[in-house]
């Protein structure tokens, strides 16, 4: 049982080999919405799931189709079971074992989306990058010069709020974008 985590929907879910049948969208959605972008350094709450919901809504605002928007939604879900670990220190074991997660994770909630997840990467990964700048630069209380991302040129189509929002509210916007998207 040694690589067995509990979820909030009760599930034993193996992270080193994830069976897609123990994947649930609640355990997702609540995990993120409780997990603090950045580390917790920024200057306000700003959950995983409320910048999931960001890239969603930032593709939908480019133009791009519903499987893309769901890619958006999804990218970081595997952080829910895995936690979020700053870029600078993911090694290849932690990636091997995110890229096996993130296949469950699509397999029992978009089987629709692996291919484009994969093959489309470059999509969803430019909007996230966009995202994860201008994060910083409206929540991170130093200056700008101490952004460690650099930017791509790419303007946001959506705006940040400054609103510090109840997990609850953003689980259950987590949760509505999800079964609007999935049954589209």
Request: with cysteine.
């Amino acid at each position: 049982m040694k690589n067995i985590i509990s979820t909030f929907t009760g599930e034993s879910f193996n992270i080193l080999t994830p069976d897609p049948t123990t994947v649930k969208i609640e355990d997702i959605a609540h995990a993120l919405s409780l997990l603090c972008r950045a580390n917790g350094h920024f200057n306000r709450f700003y959950s995983v799931a409320e910048h999931s919901i960001n890239c969603c809504k930032e593709a939908a605002a480019r133009g791009y189709d519903k499987t893309i928007q769901l890619c958006c939604l999804l990218h970081d879900a595997s952080e829910a079971y895995m936690c979020d670990i700053p870029r600078p220190i993911k090694g290849q074991a932690y990636m091997e074992n995110e890229d096996r997660l993130e296949k469950a994770i699509l397999t029992a909630l978009a089987s629709h989306c692996i291919e484009p997840f994969f093959d489309e990467q470059a999509l969803w990964h430019t909007i996230d990058d966009t995202m994860l700048y201008w994060e910083f630069e409206n929540y991170f209380k130093n200056d700008v010069k101490a952004n460690p991302i650099p930017d791509n040129g790419q303007m946001l189509h959506i705006m940040l709020s400054s609103q510090i929002r109840p997990f609850e509210d953003v689980q259950n916007e987590f949760l509505a974008l999800y079964k609007e998207l999935i049954n589209d």
